[in-house]
């Protein structure tokens, strides 16, 4: 069982990849990605975590033209290797069993693996709202600033994103399942998401099993 959850900021995937977990008690991995990196390459976690969803596309384009007459740019090289690295992390918790991976282009990563793909969005007002509640001891930020900060985060998510995969956009049918988390208590609708997954699974075994 796999399930892989992409997101908006704010909208509450991490909650709800963390709370199916708890119901389904198979193993979520989030910042552990990052800290495995972090301790793999000798590198500051937040920098890791600068590079993983945000700078790699950026980076990537001072490879081009310029690779046979002058050493590559350090940070270009530190981010391929991040990207390469978090590859190979997440296909090995793949391959160690159950397990949901959170973001980081997981279902492109896992495509073979034919996890099942949750998309998870809001509208502005509850990321807003999720945003401020969760907000780190010491950031003030205005409502304007904080709506800002969710739409450039969400806008990096969705060049990274493009950036995998070949293609513009985030369309639905990446996914299996899109939730609209809007006005909505997370941990009351994982209980029958989790029974949603386990009857596609369920499904999916049995057709497999047909076809044998």
Known sequence: MLITISREFGSGGRELGKRLSDVLKIPCYDKEIIQMIAE???FDERFVSHISEKNLQAAYPLTIGCRFTM?????????VAIAVEQQKIIKTFAEQG?????????????????????FVYADMDTKLKRCMERAPKGENLTR?????????VDKERTRYREFYIGTKGNTRSNYHLCINTSGIEIKKIVPVLAEYIKVW?????ENKAGNV
Do not use: M, W
């Open 144 to 152: 304007t600033e904080l709506e800002r900060k969710i739409r450039e």
């Open 40 to 42: 793999k390459r000798g």
């Open 98 to 118: 159950d397990c949901i991976l959170i973001g980081r282009c997981a279902d492109v990563v896992l495509k073979e693996y034919s996890p099942f793909n949750i």
């Open 71 to 79: 050493t590559p740019h350090p940070v270009t090289k530190q981010a």
């Open 201 to 205: 699974f369920e499904i999916r075994i």
